[in-house]
């Protein structure tokens, strides 16, 4: 059934004119007035605290926010997600992610099929071999135990295991070394296979259909890799295994049935490292740290199911995020962890919301009447205030943050924690206090400045402030832990893409650049060039080609450093 345009609800006049009055409002003025501010605008669920007391918000922003969200509907579309109804409905498939985190025993059937039951036969088959990768009882072509796990993949198939491996590092096993090989750009696995002894080295080959066009190219690179070492093409079933839907595909790349590691298409790409894609992680970490991954995914989805709407934490994150980005128009949306280890988080990020939400169009193909997904970007948060914060504190554009730090470090080196949560939590504060030209001639004057100094470098000093943020607590980054922020960003996200009326499942913007790489391709490699490209186009496939041309004509081995690798 066509869903109303959230700007057709009478909730949606309402928050316009509360927004005005809120744009009134300085936050440094609404702490002042009420003590009890951080704790009311703070929650804590499945063993993340969040405070969004750093927001234009007031209560009554909140009360409006929630019956928008009860208007829109948020609560029947996510018990229809949980019970498996087909709510991709471009692709005519369930959204089952969740079901990939229910313990053993949760029943849910699909289409006849106890689902459950196949989840958990495969975290069986996921333990039995990363249980003997791990104990060296697995051992390759010479007999030696693994050294190297590389897995090949692409977007969904790459981003959530290689930020989980990075974020559960110090889970990590003392013999195994995990690299992420993703790009089609040849430098990212001539850089790793001189570095890679093949007979220690295992191959996972991650990707949902099996066709992906920069998978395939590295996975068949490494294969050939592989076999000028040992041609045996019987050793690679000793070093190769997939992660796909596609079994006819994944066969006739020539992996053996029994390494092929199943999952189903009512799992997205981007929501897939909690299913046979997330095998990367489990050989890093082992069976019983991703039980713990799986289990604090799903604590947090068993809050979502059942907090009320004004408690509920991915709720909540979700619909400030919609008043920054609707009614404060706030473009983007930067993501701040102050924690090395959740380096990437910023990127999984930028997949998970923007492939999911960023869209124009509603479920029903109607253009959205308002915007949908911010840009989502970051980095880690005391690089960034050394690069781009400035542009934070002092840029015309208003950028709310997200905040996210451990209490507790996963080292032992004195000092640096401390140092860690301080500047985390000045940036917030520093942010949403801003300085004032009082302020700011008050510090000037008292370094001994002159009048004409002070007049001079006044407007370099101001900080507007007012500016918004989130800050996300983790008692430590655990397994458990990093399952549970996973799962809140993943129900943001679905909240989101159901206020705006969006098929948050689906991902049809990236295929005309496929079918144009294709044609392209097809063209560099020699066939005609078509007289239907723009003249900026042709004019770079013309060069392309003439480089090549050139390159040829070159003595064997002065164009390339790296020949050797090259397959
Ligand atoms: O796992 P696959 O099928 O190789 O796809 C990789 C990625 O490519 C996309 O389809 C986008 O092209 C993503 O949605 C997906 O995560």
Same mark, same amino acid.
């Given at each position: 059934? !066509?869903?109303? !345009?959230?700007?057709?609800? @009478?909730?949606?006049?309402?928050?316009?004119?509360?927004?005005?009055?809120? =744009?009134?409002?300085?936050?440094?003025?609404?702490?002042?007035?009420?003590?009890?501010?951080?704790?009311? #605008?703070?929650?804590?669920?499945?063993?993340?605290?969040?405070?969004?007391?750093?927001?234009?918000?007031?209560?009554?922003?909140?009360?409006?926010?929630?019956?928008?969200?009860?208007? =829109?509907?948020?609560?029947?579309?996510?018990?229809?997600?949980?019970?498996?109804?087909?709510?991709?409905?471009?692709?005519?498939?369930?959204?089952?992610?969740?079901?990939?985190?229910?313990?053993?025993?949760?029943?849910?059937?699909?289409?006849?099929?106890?689902?459950?039951?196949?989840?958990?036969?495969?975290?069986?088959?996921?333990?039995? #071999?990363?249980?003997?990768?791990?104990?060296?009882?697995?051992?390759? =072509?010479?007999?030696?135990?693994?050294?190297?796990?590389?897995?090949?993949?692409?977007?969904?198939?790459?981003?959530g295991p290689k930020m989980a491996c990075q974020a559960l590092r110090p889970y990590g096993h003392p013999r195994l070394t995990s690299h992420f090989i993703s790009n089609a750009d040849g430098n990212d696995l001539a850089a790793l296979l001189p570095r890679l002894n093949p007979a220690t080295t295992l191959f996972i080959i991650a990707s949902k259909t099996f066709t992906t066009a920069e998978t395939m190219m590295n996975a068949q690179t490494a294969r050939t890799w592989f076999l000028r070492q040992h041609p045996h093409t019987g050793?690679?079933?000793?070093?190769?295994?997939?992660?796909?839907?596609?079994?006819?595909?994944?066969?006739?790349?020539?992996?053996?049935?029994?390494?092929?590691?199943? #999952?189903?298409?009512?799992?997205?790409?981007?929501?897939?490292?909690?299913?046979?894609?997330?095998?990367?992680?489990?050989?890093?970490?082992?069976?019983? *740290?991703?039980?713990?991954?799986?289990?604090? @995914?799903?604590?947090?989805?068993?809050?979502f199911q059942e907090a009320p709407l004004e408690r509920n934490l991915p709720v909540l994150l979700a619909l400030i995020g919609i008043w920054n980005r609707n009614y404060f128009q706030d473009a983007s949306l930067s993501i701040a962890p102050? *924690?090395?280890?959740?380096?990437?988080?910023?990127?999984?990020?930028?997949?998970?919301?923007?492939?999911?939400?960023?869209?124009?169009?509603?479920?029903?193909?109607?253009?959205?009447?308002?915007?949908? =997904?911010?840009?989502?970007?970051?980095?880690?948060g005391t690089n960034g205030q050394h690069a781009y914060f400035q542009l934070l504190h002092q840029g015309a554009d208003v950028v709310p943050v997200d905040f996210i730090t451990a209490l507790q470090p996963a080292h032992d080196l004195p000092g640096h924690h401390t140092a860690l949560l301080a500047n985390c939590f000045a940036q917030s504060e520093a942010l949403m206090l801003g300085k004032n030209a009082g302020q700011a001639s008050a510090e000037m004057q008292a370094e001994g400045n002159s009048a004409p100094a002070i007049a001079a470098l006044l407007p370099h000093k101001l900080f507007p402030g007012n500016r918004p943020s989130n800050t996300l607590l983790l008692e430590t980054l655990s397994p458990a832990r990093l399952g549970a922020l996973i799962a809140l960003y993943e129900h943001k996200t679905f909240v989101q893409g159901v206020i705006w009326g969006i098929n948050s499942f689906d991902q049809w913007g990236v295929e005309l650049g496929k079918v144009l790489a294709k044609q392209i391709h097809a063209e560099l490699a020699g066939a005609a060039v078509s007289n239907q490209h723009d003249s900026s186009t042709h004019g770079l496939i013309a060069r392309a080609r003439a480089a090549t041309l050139q390159e040829k004509a070159l003595p064997d081995g002065a164009s390339r450093s790296r020949s050797s690798i090259s397959p």
């Open positions: 059934m !066509p869903r109303m !345009p959230f700007t057709a609800s @009478a909730t949606h006049t309402a928050l316009m004119d509360h927004h005005a009055r809120a =744009c009134q409002w300085r936050m440094a003025d609404l702490f002042a007035q009420d003590p009890l501010r951080a704790q009311a #605008f703070s929650l804590e669920a499945a063993g993340l605290f969040l405070d969004y007391s750093k927001n234009r918000i007031d209560r009554t922003t909140v009360a409006l926010l929630v019956a928008l969200a009860r208007e =829109c509907g948020v609560a029947q579309q996510r018990d229809a997600m949980f019970a498996g109804a087909r709510i991709n409905t471009t692709e005519n498939r369930a959204v089952l992610h969740t079901a990939l985190r229910a313990p053993r025993g949760h029943t849910l059937r699909l289409d006849g099929r106890d689902i459950n039951a196949d989840v958990h036969a495969v975290l069986d088959q996921m333990r039995l #071999f990363s249980d003997q990768v791990r104990t060296g009882a697995w051992r390759g =072509c010479q007999g030696q135990a693994m050294t190297d796990i590389v897995n090949i993949g692409i977007g969904g198939s790459d981003l050793d690679l079933k000793k070093h190769f295994v997939a992660v796909s839907t596609n079994t006819p595909a994944v066969q006739a790349f020539g992996i053996a049935p029994e390494n092929m590691f199943p #999952f189903w298409d009512w799992v997205g790409g981007r929501y897939s490292l909690w299913s046979a894609i997330g095998l990367s992680i489990m050989l890093a970490i082992g069976f019983d *740290h991703f039980a713990q991954l799986l289990a604090g @995914a799903h604590a947090l989805d068993r809050h102050y *924690h090395q280890d959740l380096k990437y988080f910023p990127a999984y990020l930028q997949q998970l919301e923007m492939e999911s939400n960023g869209k124009q169009v509603a479920c029903d193909g109607t253009p959205l009447a308002a915007p949908a =997904c911010p840009v989502i970007w970051g980095n880690v």
